[in-house]
């Protein structure tokens, strides 16, 4: 059974920078496409971003620019690095990994951005 546990949320102002990361374990497979989503309150879960193993991204028109996901395929992490960030940042962040066209989710992590 696939694991993902994400770790580096917090609290920061605006215009601040946070990098969260993941980590997956149960396998000893590469996981194959590996992402972020995101769910504020009272609104429905967003992909963030997204990385195949192969390396292309992918990222919501939100977050380009401020946005960087990165991954290594060896240790079967993930990581998205959040600059300049907004309020509208605000939420609970999910790492997702899919292995073998099966979702894997973390428990979430929050991040909130003070104005």
Not at 58 to 87: E, H
């Amino acid at each position: 059974q696939v694991q993902l546990v994400e770790s580096g949320g917090g609290l920061v102002q605006a215009g601040g920078s946070l990098r969260i990361s993941c980590a997956a374990s149960g396998t000893m497979l590469s996981i194959d496409d590996m992402g972020w989503y995101r769910q504020a309150p009272g609104k429905q879960r967003e992909l963030v971003a997204s990385t195949t193993r192969g390396g292309t991204t992918t990222y919501a028109d939100s977050v380009k620019g401020r946005f960087t996901i990165s991954r290594d395929n060896a240790k079967n992490t993930v990581a998205l690095q959040m600059n300049s960030l907004k309020p509208e940042d605000t939420a609970v962040y999910y790492c997702n990994g899919r292995l073998f066209r099966v979702n894997y989710w973390g428990q979430g992590t929050r991040v909130t951005v003070s104005s």
